[in-house]
């Protein structure tokens, strides 16, 4: 039984699908290569310190090792991103816990791990630097001049003078804790080197091209003597966006130095421990308001803490500063924001990537300034909502259609909103258990920020076979989102075809172009859209060399497989192959201004409002939520499961935010690294999600599609905080809300 | 409880352990394998195995297998390294994520917290043996169509979790059903579809499908 056309819109079987659910997939650490060894990283004891000298203790057969340090490096002793300040092996200086120094091979994984263990670095310690704000106040310089790895200022009318036309004035400051990816896959390469050959590793990954990039100046290789190719991955999150770069230059360090294959798989305490995190945050709000409510003045202060290096920080500031202002329109806005150092493994992607650390704060404190003015926290947003025509903090203009008061007012009627706020009000007095519903409203944009995706350049192609099979040629990795699948139904219905005969090349950088990274909401919007215009392509291309006109012209009905197949013959008859490519190229009229950070932060924006309820026991001071609606406009919905799975998906990682996972640092370094003690949801923790979607395609994107993924990792933690607060009347501005956390805000509201 | 000591470490015997974590205590602490190993101990003095490699049998999807593994090789390791039966994965290796889930005589087992040894003399189960190649189990297929997965790492060990437990309660309600599979993580966050899966599949098998 075949889906009838057009398939965009329709739950397709997931493409991948049977092979996962019978473990037929293969993932990296699923993989055996003949003459393979195993690799260990011997890391850092200190947070930072001076490289003394590195032991071996007498108890291991040494010469049966391959032992790595920076001096086998043959190239840059760099991880190349944005900045190349992180080196592969530290030579000298290590700047964090867990910062990777010597390197192992053994072919007995026990033994290996025995010698890892007999390995002691002797260090002289330096002063180091744990929290923000001894950061700022430069207790001790540890990066740079000023321990400040990116700073933006974005500006809109003029906040100074505004404040006197402010009658209310509430400020605020709001944390958000280190949250772990937590794929359940740890991370793995396997990696085959030799100066004859080059370098080839396999490995879990989201972007190809980016390991691709890292490799080259390690090695000094040219670019065609790298190989990069994804297995299956079992989850990413943005977790698995840079750190993998360091791993397979690990795995090729020691390949290249033993000559036989090396597989390097992180346990889960090493994978928790030395990969990275989500950006701790603070931010600081002070907003005017007039009496009725109306936006005057808001002034953002947002801070991260990156950890030693620099690595993906300027990025997640960039993404945080922009949506930190939430999708309201204010006249007068400056948000300062700065990611900076300390002596922590650095902190990296998470889906949100910035946003729902700031989103946190905005929704958190405009409930505070509803209430300051004597409004509902409802009314306080309604008028305040960006509309379309309207300007955003970075001065972009809303060219969208966008609804909020009617994306909030289906929140309410889905979750019943206003009648269940009036009774736990009523009820809660006296109960032990209270009860509480909260929401938030929020947007996010979908893409690479400003000119990013321009500066990028992705790059898709189509190909066919002579027997009329298709091919998808994209480095865009399938993580478990369904890219896969959603390429699939995007080339399917393009060209008209049964998407049986539609297949996705592995990401392998040796045969596929460069899509660009699987990250940023951004595969399917943009990646999707390459696909599309490079499978008309592709049919155009057909047409010109006889497809029959009528039955498979672009504009007409869609050809049989069989005509396909017969016009591909055809075409690879006369002319060799048969492929289109497809480069990007931004929609009209965007514009962005790199300087002021003003303009066109990005092409579309995803819409939501998401709501909460939650029960308290004010006893045990354990929260549970109890039901969960997410309202959003992503645009036309592609694959109506997967979408809803990817919300669902996101508030779940929400959720555990908000409530249980809990980063616990000392000195740098993570000690509850265990899935026994850093606590995320099971199902006994998630309430039913109901995910609504309501429908406003994007001309520029996929069938009009925009992005969807990162956004239900922003909603779900000021919405669940503010109905805490309904619950209790506490007002809680840190997340994660544990036990303890809420104990002592209760015990404040008691006194 | 015998008087025999347990190898100490740092001179802490497991009875003063035991005594000073308060922990209950009953004859079902050792068993299987561990227990007849202590026994050779105590009784044939000096005669330990390990910690080279033993000889040991162990029948897997209705297979015999003989092997030889070091006494402190997991289940879970001999499956994916011995037996190249990789369904099951290796996550937190100590039974707190459940990605590693088989059946052990019908139960479902985390094989990352059980000594290869100790299987011996089981019926184990895998991902591998839940249908003929080329065929989808009840279960398998209601995942797959109530899409229970997504980066699909965590999906043998649910699915195999919950044919333990659709063995032992064929009519869960879907309260139940979210309790249930509370053992295994799934970071993407597919519990929903997971309960759906679980339903569904106790539909299908109820049908004798």
């Keep these: 039984m075949h889906p009838e056309p057009p398939l965009i819109g329709q739950a397709v079987p997931r493409k991948e699908g049977r092979d996962k659910v019978t473990g037929r997939a293969r993932y990296v650490d699923d993989l055996v290569f003949p003459g393979m060894m195993y690799g260990a990283t011997v890391r850092s004891p200190v947070a930072r310190g001076r490289i003394r000298a590195i032991h071996f203790d007498e108890n291991i057969p040494w010469q049966e090792f391959t032992v790595v340090t920076a001096q086998d490096i043959p190239g840059e002793n760099c991880v190349a991103l944005i900045l190349h300040d992180q080196p592969c092996l530290a030579a000298e200086i290590v700047n964090h816990p867990e910062e990777p120094v010597v390197l192992l091979g053994h072919p007995d994984k026990h033994l290996l791990e025995e010698a890892r263990r007999a390995v002691r670095l002797e260090t002289e310690p330096l002063p180091a630097v744990f929290t923000i704000e001894d950061s700022l106040a430069k207790k001790e310089i540890i990066w740079g001049e000023d321990n400040v790895f990116k700073s933006f200022l974005v500006e809109k009318g003029d906040v100074d003078s505004a404040w006197a036309r402010a009658e209310i004035v509430v400020e605020g400051e709001y944390e958000t804790g280190a949250q772990e990816q937590l794929y359940i896959e740890p991370n793995g390469m396997i990696a085959v080197a030799n100066p004859d050959e080059g370098v080839t590793v396999w490995g879990s990954m989201q972007c190809p091209y980016y390991v691709h990039k890292a490799l080259v100046p390690l090695f000094g290789l040219s670019k065609d003597k790298v190989r990069v190719i994804q297995a299956e991955t079992g989850g990413g999150f943005g977790g698995k966006e840079e750190y993998p770069s360091m791993i397979a230059a690990h795995a090729a360090l020691l390949a290249w130095k033993a000559g036989r294959p090396v597989k390097l798989i992180y346990d889960r305490a090493e994978d928790m421990a030395a990969t990275t995190k989500r950006h701790p945050s603070r931010t600081r709000h002070r907003t005017g308001v007039t009496r009725d409510g109306k936006l005057v003045a808001l002034e953002i202060d947002f801070v991260i803490d990156g950890g030693a290096y620099c690595t993906l920080s300027p990025v997640v500031l960039s993404r945080g500063t922009i949506h930190a202002a939430g999708p309201y329109e204010c006249p007068n806005v400056r948000i300062r924001s700065r990611a900076v150092a300390t002596n922590a493994p650095p902190h990296g992607a998470f889906r949100g990537f910035g946003a729902p650390q700031s989103v946190f704060a905005l929704e958190r404190h405009f409930d505070q300034v509803a209430k300051a003015c004597g409004l509902a926290p409802d009314e306080f947003r309604r008028r305040n909502f960006v509309h379309a025509g309207g300007t955003l903090a970075v001065s972009q203009v809303i060219h969208e259609n966008v609804d909020l008061p009617q994306l909030m007012e289906r929140a309410f009627a889905e979750s019943d909103y206003h009648a269940k706020r009036a009774r736990f009000a009523r009820e809660n007095r006296d109960a032990r258990v209270k009860k509480g519903i909260g929401f938030a409203a929020f947007l996010h944009g979908a893409g690479f920020t400003g000119s990013g995706e321009e500066y990028l350049a992705s790059v898709v192609a189509v190909e066919a076979t002579a027997e009329g099979r298709v091919r998808v040629l994209a480095a865009s990795t399938e993580i478990g989102q369904g890219a896969n699948t959603v390429f699939t139904q995007i080339a399917a219905d393009t060209l008209g075809l049964d998407p049986e005969l539609i297949d996705i090349a592995p990401p392998d950088t040796a045969a596929v172009p460069n899509s660009g990274p699987t990250v940023a909401s951004r595969t399917t919007m943009i990646v999707g859209k390459l696909v599309e215009s490079a499978a008309l392509g592709l049919k155009q291309t057909l047409v010109s060399s006889g497809l029959p006109g009528e039955r498979g012209g672009p504009e007409g009905r869609p050809c049989t497989s069989e005509e396909f197949q017969r016009a591909c013959a055809e075409y690879i008859r006369k002319h060799g192959a048969l492929r289109a490519t497809c480069q990007y190229a931004p929609p009209p009229g965007i514009k962005w201004d790199d300087e002021k950070y003003q303009g066109d932060a990005y092409g579309a924006y995803a819409w939501a409002v998401y709501v909460a309820e939650v029960s308290v026991d004010t006893v045990t001071y354990e929260i549970r939520v109890d039901d969960f609606v997410a309202v959003q406009e992503v645009g036309k919905v592609i694959h109506p499961v997967l979408a809803t799975g990817q919300i669902e998906g996101g508030v779940a990682q929400g959720i555990g935010y908000a409530l249980y996972e809990n980063v616990v640092w000392r000195e740098g370094r993570m000690v509850n690294a265990q899935m026994t003690n850093y606590i995320m949801p099971t199902s006994a923790d998630v309430p039913p999600i109901r995910v609504f979607f309501e429908e406003n395609p994007y001309p520029f994107g996929p069938g009009g599609a925009k992005g969807i993924g990162e956004l239900p990792m922003d909603g779900p933690a000021p919405a669940i905080v503010n109905a805490i607060e309904q619950a209790t009347g506490a007002s809680i501005t840190r997340i994660p809300v544990t036990p303890e956390v809420l104990m002592e805000a209760l015990e404040g509201v008691h006194a | ?209």
């Design chain 2, 1 to 209: 409880m015998s008087k025999r000591k347990l190898p100490t470490q740092k001179g802490l015997s497991r009875r003063a352990f035991l005594k000073t974590t308060g922990a209950a205590v009953s004859a079902g602490v050792v068993s299987g394998a561990a227990a007849e190993l202590l026994n050779a101990q105590s009784t044939a003095k000096n005669k330990v195995a390990g910690p080279g490699e033993v000889p040991i049998t162990l029948r897997v999807n209705g297979e015999t297998h003989n092997l030889n593994v070091e006494p402190r090789v997991t289940l879970l390791d001999a499956l994916r390294d011995r037996l190249d039966l990789t369904g099951a994965k290796k996550v937190c290796d100590r039974g707190t994520c459940g990605t590693c889930t088989v059946l052990v005589d019908g139960k479902a087992a985390y094989a990352c917290s059980m000594l290869a040894i100790d299987a011996q003399g089981r019926e184990i189960l895998t991902i591998e043996g839940l249908a003929p190649e080329g065929e989808l189990h009840p279960i398998s297929a209601a995942f797959v169509e109530n899409d229970a997965q997504q980066c699909g790492f965590c999906t043998p060990g649910f699915v195999m979790a919950c044919k333990a437990y659709l063995d032992r309660n064929p009519n869960p309600t879907e309260a139940q059903a979210k309790k249930a599979l509370g053992g295994n993580l799934c970071r993407c966050g597919t519990y929903i579809g997971v309960r759906a899966a679980v339903l569904d599949a106790a539909a299908r098998m109820k049908g004798g499908r």
